[in-house]
């Protein structure tokens, strides 16, 4: 038996960046306004934003499967609307919606798809298929929704991504479902060191897998960085506005969220340097607090 | 009684009517409008008689609306959880169908010269309305609808069973009232019982009914469900189709080469969906081979000959075999909206053409599929009109043309969520077109072969027109959720 070919990133070149990207819908509000966003090599983030803040338009600008109005989006130092072959076959995407090729079995599906790859992995396939209890030539259309979400990741895993893009990709599975998908996302990244971006609601998963979190809001990613620095560094002051601008500029700390209170008083989410002991009055957070105060 | 619950029980198929696409409705009903203007315009001496049968067709029409949408009522869960909606449903189909049946038995018996006893037109009325309730709950009624007279009168039945017409007859003849009574209860019985009351046997019912409604008004918007919409018969029918349709895909995986035209031949599986050039080749021969047997059958147990009826029946026949060939083809950009989705993953593959490489593949793809397809479709509307003595069939052929190449080269990215009015449209307009030609060489004597001449050269500058802002055109395909 071979050992695993390990795949940890050989390039600092990113492998997406998107530039001033601003896409609106037809007579419709501007969803993404300008972001800057940049993923690198091995990175595993996790975007998390409200629904109808624009992840899974987000996701698709990043793929090159919507044309913004503004802005350059690269993948793999290419232009992602001019993606070649070899580009193509290091991307993975689950879309949000799983219920896809409906008139296909499970079987023809990874045929169909295999037929188009130049690298597949049909011992995982096999391994997956079998471990997560996919029938492979049930029609997809008669599977339950977390059935075909497997199938899904099953058939973006099974290329062997060096980038992989998953839109909600755990919505519709169980605990158990969950648990084993995170297992699987980890043997990835650690195996292969492929670029993980996924958008999700479940903070709970997040703190299992994501090293790194990214908040969309308002059409820009408002803030990412490692889970743990954040859980660290991030903290909750109440005070006056007077009072807290001094601590501020005493600590170094970066303002990321205020909210007015009354008799002048605000509280505010701040961001304190590497290093920095928190004072002790200030309040430490948890990833809920955070998506609820950044997105 | 709560006139307002009512009200909104009989009224939600008004309410929820689908006001995006109005236009579909508009036209059907100015249809109807037109067509009754024609009959007061050619048939004064009939005018009470036209009017009373048009309204009673209306409330027919209505009826049928009506109770599709209270069966929708009836989910399950509402049925065994809201106290008295089932009741409420009951109530107000039995009181609409009475209502409706009542009015368009008046109507007839009162203004149309030559009907028969007012008893007889009323039991008539209900027992059509019930009927038409009953087929709107459980399709295979239609089937015994399309079937059964054929069968029943080419098999004999109506001379064995005289004896029981007889009996029946003598017996209506003798006691109509009593009879009707009798009649009108069962029927009204029947009316309630279509409505269940969310058990098992309602829940699995509805689910079926649900994804046929779902499938139905997918159609409208131009994209054609599978038979397993249909539930387990549709499946068991289906199963040869979907056997063929696996070979195919087993057959191009198999041969799968890193060329554009072997990914695109991959590809149309999926963009094309279930208009996929083979399933609608499996679906006309299927139409076809029906339609054969459905005639040997019945003029062979009527014992008459095929030719006199074939020379009767080519311009029927015509009209069905282009609609059988054309239109499908006219769908094809519908099924490119339906499939925006799958695109997705399809845009993300390895050998996949891009940009204006891709907006050549899938606009080739689709004129060639329409092109093939009126070619064949032609050559069965040739051998019609030979064996018909009509060469103005072909004007079918002619008049489709134009809008095989206008219609199907539009750029798909800028395509809007087709409706059913956009489903129609380019039908409607074969249509016409067919028709102004058959007219113009009936009517005017314009030779054939220079509306021929003409359907050629406007389908070539139309192509030629769509094709050059096709290619210009900065995406070929409508990916992604709301694109």
């Not at chain 1, 008139?103 to 037929?115: D, E, G, I, R, V």
């Not at chain 2, 009506?66 to 809201?82: D, E, M, T, W, Y």
Request: aromatic share 8%.
């Amino acid at each position: 038996m071979t050992a695993p070919t390990p795949h940890f990133p050989h390039t600092e070149t990113p492998s997406a960046t998107l530039s001033g990207i601003s896409v609106s819908y037809p007579n419709g509000p501007i969803v993404l306004n300008g972001l800057d966003w940049a993923l690198l090599p091995g990175q595993v983030v996790g975007l998390l934003g409200r629904n109808g803040s624009g992840k899974t338009t987000l996701l698709e600008t990043l793929l090159g499967l919507r044309e913004p109005q503004a802005g350059r989006v690269e993948l793999f130092g290419q232009d992602a609307a001019r993606l070649d072959d070899a580009a193509r076959a290091r991307i993975g995407y689950v879309p949000q919606q799983s219920d896809l090729f409906e008139a296909f079995t499970p079987a023809q599906l990874m045929a169909y798809f295999k037929s188009f790859y130049p690298r597949w992995n049909d011992a995982r396939v096999e391994g997956l298929m079998s471990r997560w209890d996919i029938a492979r030539d049930k029609p997809i259309r008669k599977l339950s929704g977390g059935q075909k979400q497997r199938l899904s990741i099953i058939r973006a895993l099974a290329h062997e991504p060096d980038l992989l893009v998953l839109d909600e990709p755990v919505a519709s599975l169980d605990p158990v479902g969950r648990r084993d998908f995170l297992r699987e996302l980890v043997e990835q990244v650690l195996d292969r060191g492929t670029t993980v971006v996924f958008s999700t609601h479940i903070l709970s998963d997040l703190e299992r897998v994501a090293f790194n979190l990214a908040f969309l809001s308002e059409g820009r990613i408002a803030l990412q960085a490692p889970l743990d620095e954040l859980l660290e560094q991030v903290r909750a002051f109440t005070g006056t506005v007077t009072e807290l601008a001094s601590l501020f500029a005493r600590l170094g700390a970066q303002p990321l969220k205020r909210t007015p209170l009354e008799a002048g008083r605000e509280r505010v989410l701040a961001r304190l340097p590497a290093g920095v002991a928190a004072p002790h009055d200030a309040q430490a957070v948890n990833l809920e607090d955070l998506f609820t105060e950044l997105t | 009684m709560n006139a307002a619950a009512y009200n909104q029980l009989l009224l939600a198929f008004w309410r929820q009517r689908d006001l995006d696409a109005p236009w579909g409705r508009r036209f059907l009903v100015a249809l109807a409008l037109l067509g009754t203007a024609l009959g007061l315009y050619f048939l004064p001496e009939f005018t009470s008689a036209l009017l009373a049968a048009t309204a009673a067709v209306w409330l027919m029409s209505l009826w049928s609306a009506i109770i599709g949408s209270l069966l929708k009522q009836n989910h399950p869960h509402v049925a065994r959880f809201v106290p008295g909606h089932l009741r409420q449903l009951r109530e107000a189909a039995l009181g609409s169908w009475a209502l409706l049946s009542l009015a368009s038995s008046v109507l007839l018996w009162a203004f149309v010269p030559r009907m028969p006893s007012f008893a007889l037109l009323l039991l008539l009325s209900t027992a059509t309305l019930a009927f038409v309730g009953w087929a709107a709950r459980t399709w295979l009624l239609w089937l015994v609808v399309s079937f059964a007279p054929v069968l029943f009168f080419g098999t004999g039945l109506d001379k064995r069973l005289s004896p029981l017409w007889a009996a029946l007859r003598e017996l209506w003849l003798g006691q109509p009232w009593s009879v009707l009574a009798l009649c009108l209860l069962g029927l009204g019985a029947s009316v309630v019982l279509m409505f269940g009351n969310g058990d098992g046997v309602h829940r699995e019912a509805y689910a079926c009914r649900d994804r046929m409604r779902r499938a139905s008004e997918e159609s409208l918007s131009g994209k054609r469900a599978g038979a397993a919409a249909l539930g387990k018969p549709g499946e068991w029918l289906a199963r040869p189709f979907e056997r063929v349709a696996s070979s195919w895909l087993r057959h191009v995986i198999a041969r799968a080469q890193p060329t554009a035209r072997s990914v695109m031949r991959r590809a149309e599986v999926v963009l094309h969906g279930q208009q996929h050039w083979l399933r609608q080749g499996m679906g006309a021969l299927l139409g076809l081979v029906i339609a054969v047997l459905s005639f040997a059958l019945a003029f062979g147990l009527a014992g008459q000959g095929l030719q006199d009826n074939w020379t009767k029946g080519a311009y029927g026949m015509a009209i069905g075999l282009a609609s059988m060939g054309f239109n499908p083809s006219f769908a094809l950009p519908n099924m490119l909206w339906h499939s925006r989705r799958e695109q997705a993953l399809l845009r993300l593959l390895p050998g996949m053409p891009q940009g204006m490489a891709l907006n050549r593949s899938v606009a080739w793809l689709q004129l060639r599929h329409a092109l093939v397809a009126w070619g064949v479709t032609t050559a069965g509307l040739a051998l019609l009109a030979w064996a018909a003595h009509d060469l103005a069939l072909l004007c079918l052929a002619f008049g489709a043309l134009p809008l095989s190449t206008g219609w199907l080269l539009r750029v798909p990215s800028r395509m809007k969520a087709p409706t059913s009015w956009t489903a129609v449209v380019p039908v409607f307009a074969f249509l016409l077109m067919a028709w102004g030609m058959y007219a113009l060489h009936q009517k005017l004597h314009t030779p054939l072969v220079l509306l021929a001449g003409v359907s050629v050269a406007v389908s070539a500058l139309l192509g030629a027109w769509r094709w050059r802002a096709l290619l210009a055109a900065p995406v070929a395909l409508p990916t992604g959720r709301l694109a």
